[in-house]
């Protein structure tokens, strides 16, 4: 069973910028798809961002695309999601994810989820 931890949450002004880090145990990291989700009050969660096992091809939501970037680093079992231009609808909770599969990575796929770190940017 895979455990993750989130890590870089914080309050922002928008158009400021934030990081955010996951770290994974209990599985072969660099063997599996990992992402991103968040959860907004009162919605659902959506996906947010993925990333294959060698860190290519990392596939977005409209929403974030052009302003998120997704990354990996296998040597240290870290996801990263790096957010730029940030704007008051960002504001969620966000949840690092693990894909189900090793080479699937779409908004179905993923199986697990880290407890979240709060990002709130303020207008």
């Known amino acids: 069973q895979v455990q993750l931890v989130e890590s870089g949450g914080g309050l922002v002004q928008a158009g400021g910028s934030l990081r955010l880090s996951c770290v994974a145990s209990?599985?072969?990291?660099?063997?599996?798809?990992m992402g991103w989700f968040r959860q907004a009050p009162g919605k659902e969660r959506e996906f947010v961002a993925g990333?294959?096992?060698?860190?290519?091809?990392?596939n977005y939501a409209g929403s974030v695309k052009g302003r998120f970037t997704i990354s990996r680093d296998n040597a240290k079992n870290t996801v990263y999601l790096q957010m730029n231009s940030l704007k008051p609808e960002d504001t969620a909770v966000y949840h690092c994810?693990?894909?189900?599969?090793?080479?699937?990575?779409?908004?179905?796929?993923?199986?697990?989820w880290g407890q979240g770190t709060q990002v709130t940017v303020s207008s």
């Open positions: 209990g599985r072969t990291f660099s063997m599996y798809p």
């Open positions: 994810a693990a894909s189900r599969w090793t080479n699937s990575y779409g908004p179905s796929d993923f199986g697990s």
């Open positions: 990333i294959s096992r060698t860190g290519a091809s990392p």
